[in-house]
């Protein structure tokens, strides 16, 4: 998995709330077999017209925002089905950190697994960032995982929680299963126990 | 022993080990896996020569991309991508060894209708798939949620997730419910006073006498969209409905087993002063048939409501209303009563079970779907039509003009040939009216299966208690 540590990017407003995993990514692309390439896909029901051309009002297609690398949105990011091609197609564009007031469980810790960080903030808080990436591409805003701080282009800092086994991973680039592997022992005991103990299951 | 809730119970008893942090590995006993979520899990198995840990409790079923028309054995009615998709669930299940039900198969259908169908899903077990609809077998009292791939990859290796513990949340529905009004009803009126987000955090135990009068079928129901609330997962204590629909299930324990099966599971309640982090409490009576006017599952009405206007909103929701309400094709003020439809779908892991087919066609029994509309329903499981069609049901569907299709996900996501078309307005028993969800700027409208089947009847949303 890709490190993150710090950086220090555009970052693209998306002001809306309950942004779904229908709309990060439409079923259509999740009937690929493989993880990359969906980056082109990203938005796509709200960045293309039927034909396939862009839509000039949506964020991502603005000059200011085409070489975006930090989503600033609404409440509840990432809210509906489990499908990892969200943060895929993300990732796959170019953004590494997504900033919100709060995520949908699944779609956070689907971030963690491809080195995409993303970061609750008070409303407050997301208010001034989102101000921040209004202003385009001159106002690159900072996010340092190490300090768990995010810096606007002004200087602005806000500090924010993360869960230190998940940032351990990100900043090291951890592969999850690896580490459980080498846990095989304790899982080895557990299921004989278990086995003894529910039979049945 | 301080007290604890159904759901520290079930965890307590599935945890292999426990860092400083409060970082557990948790041991999963029934890994669901289904064609869309795990090709990429699979492949990653392949490249680093890893094999699928518990073969023997990963079970597969082709549901999402699978066509549901007739004509389905025939490669042509699905995509190329659909196709190599469904192949490659075929090649990895045989690769891996793992128990699988092929399109086929009679038993196949909706991956969480299947498990519970053949006793996978028992009292008191963790139970993981790559789908957020999982949680619909917190139903038996298992503690069930959604995963992404890299998470299936992690099960299939180790048989385990690295997990931290969730918050305790108890929503009690008190009382009685009045007629007309379903387990659907109650799942989204929950979500329509917690929001999407409320659930964030937690872990949901539904309880009090309207859940306790629910039947199975109604508990999953009710858990399914414990994720539409935001919830890691959704639970209901297990009790005799629960102990009798698993018994003599295909996977059900047997003989001794189950004796000591049912010893463990009676104690799987949560105790009188287990402590609740948040709870919340909505009586039985006061539900109303629901349905939804808007792009989120919180955008929940009682049929005889008018679609709200963006100001009766606060912050960012003011904008998403507004959006969701012109996305819609809606006015402010409008009776969500004459809203006209397009399409219906009856179906779905929320609603595609036997009762739910039951509680439709007694609204459409004797009568014909308006005319020019399209309407279909498809079952949950290739058992679940073969059960309707014994009782009756499916010429019932058929006399009034729905479509009776082969099992699958079907029109809930999309992902197969039944979609929307762009504008057109579908009254439906899944899950999820997001934008596009059901098709490129198709506008979908939740409600439970009778008022799928009053909408049928009518052309328009309408209360099913006036067809009663």
Known sequence: MDKFDKLTGIAAPMPLVNIDTDMIIPKQFLKTIKRSGLGVNLFDEMRYDREGNENADFVLNKPQYRETEILVAGDNFGCGSSREHAPWAIKDFGIRCVIAPSFADIFYNNCFKNGILPIALPQEAVDVLMKDAER???????????SQTVTTSDGEVFSFEVDSFKKHCLMEGLDDIGLTMAKAGAIDTFEAQASQARPWV | MSPKTLYDKIWDAHVVQQDEDGTCLLYIDRHLVHEVTSPQAFEGLRMSGRKVRAPEKTIAVPDHNVPTTLDRDDAATMTEDSRIQVAALDANAKEFGVNYYPVSDIRQGIVHIVGPEQGWTLPGMTVVCGDSHTATHGAFGALAHGIGTSEVEHVLATQTLIQKKSKNMKVEITGKLRPGVTAKDITLSVIGVTGTAGGTGYVIEYCGEAIRDLSMEGRMTVCNMAIEGGARAGLIAPDEKTFEYCKGRPHAPKGAQ??????????????EDAHWDKVITI????????????????DVLPITATVPNPTDFKGGKVDAAKRSIEYMGLEAGQKLSDIKIDTVFIGSCTNGRIEDLRAAAAVVKGKKIKDGLRAMVVPGSGLVRAQAEEEGLAQIFQDAGFEWRLA???MCLAMNPDQLAPGERCASTSNRNFEGRQGYKGRTHLMSPAMAAAAAITGHLTDVRELM
């Open chain 1, 136 to 146: 385009g591409s001159n106002a690159r805003m900072t996010v340092d995982l190490e």
């Open chain 2, 258 to 271: 189950w004796e000591a099966a049912m010893d463990w599971w009676k104690t799987l309640f949560s105790d």
């Open chain 2, 408 to 410: 699958g996900c079907s």
């Open chain 2, 283 to 298: 009586k039985g009576e006061d539900i109303a048939p629901v349905v939804t006017w808007g792009t989120s599952p919180e």
